[in-house]
């Protein structure tokens, strides 16, 4: 209920030999926030969930608990010009999302949301709240895209808003193979990351069925926000990715609050759906993620339709999220977030399924995990990047209990790159008894 309850949870934990997990949204996709193979308690921050927006100085103090869906309907509760370059999924807490760096549809414009985080309070190891002047310079660059759980008990944020115009421009054009998509995909990869950083367009590749024949088809959804006006998008478009075929008709103006339900998949006069907590549609899912510093070849693109159109990929969505903007504008080591300039962009591959069955379970697994393998060729190499967000375990874990600098920088690596060491030292340093640990937490630097 309060951060002062934070203190003798920690001090009764340490004394029993119990781990924390702390958990903000519970959407860890790999459970890490609320799951364990040791003794544990959940630090449920759901309660914490204050938001203070300050219009004249464009910031605001959003406590961890708070979902970003609550922290989008508060801004415009403001203002209807400014916003924050957060997630698109509003039941995600922010605790957890800012802390692994956090992306949307304002990343091209204004990068990550942990790019905009000025201030933070915490509880560390002994109990002690910190804030950006107590906590130094080092911890606070660990916690903006380091993931926060390996370095104590994230309380707030405080975060810098952003200008948003009073009409932005929203389309969504779905193409299937037949309508030309894999072209259209193809040279989505050479334009992209080029275009107006006010323009962002992200790929949804699904099998679907075939409107002519009802085959199996795969189609290309090409969703995106422009912040402007339709008159301004439609010859930028024009200009620069013709092959789209975008029409007047095709494009809606909105506000940016309307634009986020838009993504979210609501009807855009239900804002209050924002507030709502509850995740519509649980189901078992796998998530990995890839980055592309060269464009996939047609051959390539190919191959991937053919999986997908094996059985246990029913349910499977690629997303191709474009970077270039200023997320190439920025220093790779400026936060542990490193994926910087040299990405075209990142792939998030995603699979559900509703069968309770282990083996079942086992299949679409063992299929999300051939398709990443089949990817080896096409995306980044020395280290096969991945996004902390997209948490996949399959990528490397801790021992129980302990962790091994060597083995946590297996996956360290792929997360942060050159920033691992950086962040081995700051963990080393302010949590020497390796606390906060779980399954993918950051090592001590004297560990083995």
Known sequence: MHES???????CAKENGLQIRVRSG?????????????????????NLRQISVDVENKTAWVQAGSTIGELYYRIAENSQTLGFPAGVCPTVGVGGHFSGGGYGALLRKYGLAADNIIDARMV???????????????????IRGG?????????????????????????????????????????WQYVMHNLDKDLFITVVMRRVNSSQDGERTIQASFISLFLGGVDTLLPLMQRSFPELGLERKDCTEMSWIESILYWAGFPIESRDV???????????????????????????????????????????????????????????????????????YEIEYLLSWDEEEVEASQNYINW?????????????????????????????????????????????????????????????????????????????????
């Open 274 to 344: 924002l507030l709502n907590r509850t995740r519509p549609n649980v189901r078992y899912f796998k998530a990995k993620s890839d980055y592309v510093q060269i464009p996939i070849s047609t051959n390539g693109l190919e191959g991937i339709w053919q999986l997908f159109f094996e059985d246990e990929a029913e349910e499977a969505e690629m997303y191709f999220i474009p970077y270039g903007g200023r997320m190439h504008e920025i220093s790779e080591s400026a936060i542990p977030f490193p994926h910087r300039a040299g990405n075209l």
């Open 124 to 142: 560390d190891v002994n109990g002690r709240i910190l804030e950006r002047n107590s906590m130094g310079e080092d911890l606070f660059w660990a």
């Open 368 to 448: 999300i995990r051939k398709l990443y393998r089949y990817m080896t060729p096409y995306v980044s190499r020395f280290p096969r990047a991945a996004y902390i967000n997209h948490r996949d375990l399959d990528i490397g874990v801790n021992d129980k209990g302990n962790t091994s600098y060597a083995k946590a920088s297996i996956w360290g690596t792929k997360y942060f790159k050159n920033n691992f060491n950086r962040l081995v030292q700051v963990k080393t340093r302010v949590d020497p008894s390796n606390f906060f640990w779980n399954e993918q937490s950051i090592p001590l630097l004297y560990s083995w």
């Open 26 to 46: 519970g959407h860890d996709y790999e459970g890490l926030s609320y799951t364990s193979e040791v003794p544990f308690v959940i630090l449920d921050l759901f």
């Open 147 to 187: 993931g926060g759980a390996s370095f104590g008990v994230i309380v707030a944020w405080k975060i810098q808003l952003v200008d948003v115009p009073e009409k932005v421009t929203v389309f969504t054009i779905n193409k299937t193979l037949d309508q030309n998509a894999a072209t259209i995909v193809h040279r």
């Open 5 to 11: 309850q934070i203190r003798p949870v920690i001090y």
